[in-house]
């Protein structure tokens, strides 16, 4: 009787498979910049808010260090700017959202509410100086030994939309990025850039389409999933992250090399056949085979499902132009010296594809197709949004509420799932009531990095008469 893929990963947790493998760097690459039990907070806006690059995050470092457990937390909060918002004043804000995680990394984002959307204000800018080395100096001082990660200010399309006024607002957010690199340069914390690779990637998809190209930051300021993959994709390479999930080469029915895999039980028929046990999963893009809306909705979604079928016009142009895969997702299988002009390719039973014997000799990229491994990643990534929207529906539903917060937007602060009154009536409780609920985030997050262990996967490469 055959298990099926998701028994063979909790056989796997249990039995270890994967302890054997390290987790170095490759040789001449960087180590990753995330260890074993790191916690980390991304602190922003509404852009921050939306999520999603901080779930590509996660979802990449879980699937390609399935045993390191690091934590993650994001708390975005619409229309936030380096003094707060209306979810409480930048000293609230820190001592609720960011200290009693105790993170270790705190990745700060904001600067596009701050500038007001007019043309650059050196009072408003001011402003913005001191209120964000006052965040600054106080992580340092409430998070001794905390790593602060400065995001220069994601961009306001002016590229595909009519600039408003010389220069453009994203001229304005250039001068406050220049700002946070200095402030980076001077206190020695890391600063990365997610204006400019954004930019690029309008100025590419402006040339193909412009009305493609106005799908990659809706309404100019907030970037959908796509756009905020390529922003999480830019945190991962400046944090080192290594391209490779796994690569094997074989010639002539001998195994000649292999990368963060381990090959067993290679026999040579009419085609090949072979065992492959890989240290990682390939990393999901999660816009790919979905249709992910700009704005997560604000309570739980029902469970994300992924339509391998779907191929998403913009997202597959995104992937183009910023060679995602080579640069971050290299699943590699090189098979060299068959004889047959045509091979089908079948993992677990399950057909990948037919490839000629000169796409198999060059090398094929298996993160590029359906394979049981992608399709576990897809659930992995599934999983890490549930858990970032359990954390979200607490914080903003109950937590927030029972300080007497609530978003402007809300018209009926009763039609909230506690209404204010009753809540306050928990005054006494409300502290126990929200770390009881957060006290089932461990175990869930347990369970994703169980789920992201890889298992043996059974290939067969069948020449196609």
Known sequence: MRMNRLAMVVIAACAGFTAGFAHGAPVGQKQFFLKAGDRVCFYGDSITEQRYYGVDTETYAVTRFPDMQ????????????????????????????????????????????????????????????????????????????????????????????????????????????????????????????????????????????????????????HPGATGQLIMA???????????????????????????????????????????????????????????????????LWPARRTYFTYKSPLASAVLKLTHLYRKLDQEMLRVRGLTAGQYQLKINGQLVGTFSTGQLSHGINLAKYKTPMLVQAYHVEHMVWHLTEERFDVWRHIQLPIEGYYAPWVQDKFALPTSHSAMRKLDHVDDKLVKAIYATFPAYRNKIYDAAQPVPDHYSLTPVN
């Open 70 to 221: 690091v934590m993650f937390v994001n708390s975005g909060v619409a229309a936030d700017v380096v003094g707060g918002g209306w979810a409480g004043p930048i000293d609230v804000r820190l001592k609720r959202d960011v200290y009693p995680f105790k993170p270790n990394i705190v990745t700060i984002m904001l600067g596009m509410n701050d500038a007001h959307y007019r043309p650059f204000n050196r009072s408003i800018f001011n402003v913005y100086r001191k209120g964000y080395i006052h965040i600054v100096n106080q992580l340092k001082k409430h998070l001794p030994g905390v790593k602060i990660v400065l995001i220069q200010p994601s961009p306001f399309d002016d590229v595909s939309y009519k600039i408003g006024f010389p220069g453009g607002y994203n001229g304005v957010l250039l001068k406050y990025s220049a700002f946070v690199k200095r402030l980076a340069a001077r206190d020695h914390l890391m600063c990365v850039n997610f204006n400019r690779p954004l930019v690029d990637v309008l100025k590419g998809l402006v040339k193909i389409s412009k009305p493609l190209a106005q799908q990659f930051i809706p309404h100019r300021i």
């Open 233 to 299: 994709a830019t945190l991962l390479k400046a944090w080192h992250a290594t391209p490779i999930v796994s690569s094997v080469d074989i010639d002539g029915g001998r195994l000649v090399s292999s990368k963060n895999t381990r090959v067993q039980h290679l026999t040579a028929h009419d085609g090949l056949e072979w065992t492959q046990t890989d240290q990682s999963l390939p990393m999901p893009m999660m816009t790919l085979h979905d249709i992910w809306p700009q704005f997560p909705p604000m309570h």
